[in-house]
Structures are given as C-alpha cells and as structure tokens.
C-alpha cells in the first residue's frame, strides 16, 4: 500500500538497511495495524520508523467471533487440516485451543519473556547469554529464512532450553487479505525451516501472526497445526529503539505476574533491546519474577 511503500522509500532515504531476507521480511512491517486490533496506535513519523508499525495492545480477543473464511480472492477455502504439510514435514501437534494465548504456564509471580523477528547472528547471542545470567528461559518468535539462514543460532536457542515459535515466512502484516493457501505457506513453511533449523525433535509449538495479524480462520489454521496462537500483553516497543530506559519503562508499564514480554531480537539494531533486557532481568530477580513460557 502507498504508505508502506512511502515509508519504505524514507527507510532507504535514512540509509536503514535492509539487508538480506531477515531484514527485507521484517521491511514489510510497516502499514496500518490490521482491523482486529482493538486500538491502533496513532501512525509514527515516517522520520522514526525503520521497521514496522507495531500496535500497542495486544490483538482483539474478546470478540467472540467465530473462524470467519478466507477472503473471497481464496481459491482454498476448505477448512484447513493437517494433510496439508508436505511430505517429511514433522508431524502437527495435538490440535490446540485457536483462541490467542495471554497467558503463561506456571501460575505465581512469573513472566513469559518473548522475542520476535529472529533469529539474528548478532543479536540473538547476546539475549541468549544474558538469559543464561539470569536463569532465565525465553520464547523465540521466528521468521524461517532467518531460521533457515542460522541453525547454529536456532540450535543454541534450544540447547538452552528455550522455545520456539513460528512467525511466518515474510513477515507480512496484512497476510490476512489474502488467500488461505498463501496464509498456508507462510506459516507451514516457516514451521518447516524452524524445525529443520533446530533438528530432530524441536517443536515449535505457537505461532504469532506478524503484527498480530490473528483473523479468526488464521487462529483456527494455527491451532489446526498443533500451534496456539501467540500474543502478548507487555509491549516493549522496542523496535522503535526510543532508548533503553524507554524499553525498561513500557514492559514496566503492564508487567505483572501472568505477563507476555513482547521484544525483538531482530529485524535491526537490537543494541537497545540488548541494554533494556540486561536492566529489566536485573529487576525481575529483585522482584522475585520466575521466568516461564507462554500456556500452550
Ligand atoms: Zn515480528
């Protein structure tokens, strides 16, 4: 659309670059939040915006909407099944509640921390030794070709105990306008380079629409797959990189025993996410914060 593609132009005009299949995904994540969103931040300056526009609350859940169908342009609109992978694909998990997930698996004071948009050769390493620091496990929202790009990074995300998560293929926040076999292949696909990325075993057990792109029937894909929808209910934005302390200050804001930490590991310059997290993993041991995964 015009204003993604405005911003695009201002991305490159600001020497921001979008390098490689990681970054050139994670470009494409600019645009107006999608119309399940319950309420869309105001649209950043184009000058601040090198990445993407992220919405500030979590995607709408309340709405007791049922599994809607594809868009009309769909030419699969039969609802979605398992005999969909393709040959060798690992096989779906248990099938899994399609509402998006809010919540964590452990009751008490604990925090989900999640990062989305890797995995980044350079930034993944440094959460990953912070995290080791503190004792703490984490959840990995991946694009494949990034997955695909680093299995070492993957390898090392589930050596560590961590989890993974699918997050498409290329990162498109409008995915939902389109057909269902495309919305197929960005998710399927990217489970495939995750769990090839990560190696026998390795499951991949959410999915987080990029954006929080969570139409119904996407959901009711997802969890068709053996993968809940994921969410998250303290934003970081971190991607807009304000600063570190501004980062400390917007997971603070809705922290709280229960809570999904939503930040980034890639699709930039990850410096300040580095910097924030040694900070907030710092005050959650001094909080008594436990550290655990999203319910499945
Ligand atoms: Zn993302």
Redesign the pocket.
Known sequence: MALGNARKTTATALGVTLAGAALAA?GG?QGTPPANVASPSPAPSTATVPH?TRTGTPPATSSPRGPSAPPASSAASAPDTASDDAPGDAPPGPRVSREIQHGIEDGGKAVALTF??GPDPRWTPQILALLARHHAKATF?EIGPNAQAHPAVVRQITAAGHRLCD?SVH?DEHQSSKSAEYNRHEMLDARRQIAAAAGPGAEVPYYRA??GDFKPWIREMAAGHGMRPLGWTSDSDDWKRPGADAIVRHVNTNLRPGAIVLM?DG?GDRSQTVQALSRLLDQLDAQHYKYSFPGR
């Open positions: 994670c994540q993407q989305d948009d929202c997050h990162h990029p954006g980034h699709g």
